[in-house]
């Protein structure tokens, strides 16, 4: 599946030419905040050849550069290069000494974002399914578009769980955010036209997907894994995730 981005301010001509890993190596900028100024001085390199990177459509950097800029980026060449793109996330080692937290009320909506992709759990006349969703986040109810004849229609007047996790394998952490509600199909054109207005993408399957599903929680929890020491003595066994 391809994202389809909703109708917006058109991107810079540069972005046009992107290749797989300079789109790889901006979004993970992105995802941490970071400038192109504090990517290279963390990869010992300069902000045009960061740029350069991100923005031309084919390059071929160098082993020992692509190491540092993994480093920088806090991931693994593997990584940027898309070498794991179609593997499940979690295939790192467990966290040494692992730290499991469980999350509050108000750390379960930071998480849970604007939008992104989630889970949504429901039962059917075949058996429970966990399907894939755009979603976004309306006040307190998460909300995703689908079509009136699919299956993730079907939750509407059902209680349901929706799930949203994160894994950075490079870093051996992870949290995931659970709720469970009753769902119900979006009638009012006014709340319909406030959602569209809000969604940051069309769905990435495509088609005519114009009807809303909202989730209000009822129960709302999350956890994180985290290692508790960063660095470890190299003498040091990391376990296998069991």
Sequence with gaps: MSPTSAPGPTAP?????QGDMGRRVSWRREQLGLSRQDVAERCGSVPGYIRYVEEQSVTSPGIGFLTSLANALETTVAELAGGTADLPPGTATAPYRPQ??????????????????????????????????NYILSEDAVA????????????????????????DDALSQAWSVLLSGTARAVTDPVQVRLLNERAQSLPWAGGD??????ITPTRLTGRRIAARHTYLSSAV?????Q
């Design 144 to 167: 995703y578009r689908t079509a009136p004849n699919a299956l993730p229609a079907s939750a509407a007047g059902n209680r349901v769980a929706f799930e949203v996790d994160r894994m």
């Design 237 to 241: 066994a990391r376990p296998e995730l």
């Design 100 to 133: 499991f937290t469980e999350l509050g009320v108000g750390e379960c909506h930071r998480l849970l974002g604007t939008h992104g992709i989630g889970r949504v759990g429901l039962s059917t006349p075949d058996g429970p399914v966990i399907l894939p969703v």
């Design 13 to 17: 001509a540069s972005r046009h030419r």
């Design 209 to 214: 997907r114009d009807l809303w599903i909202a």
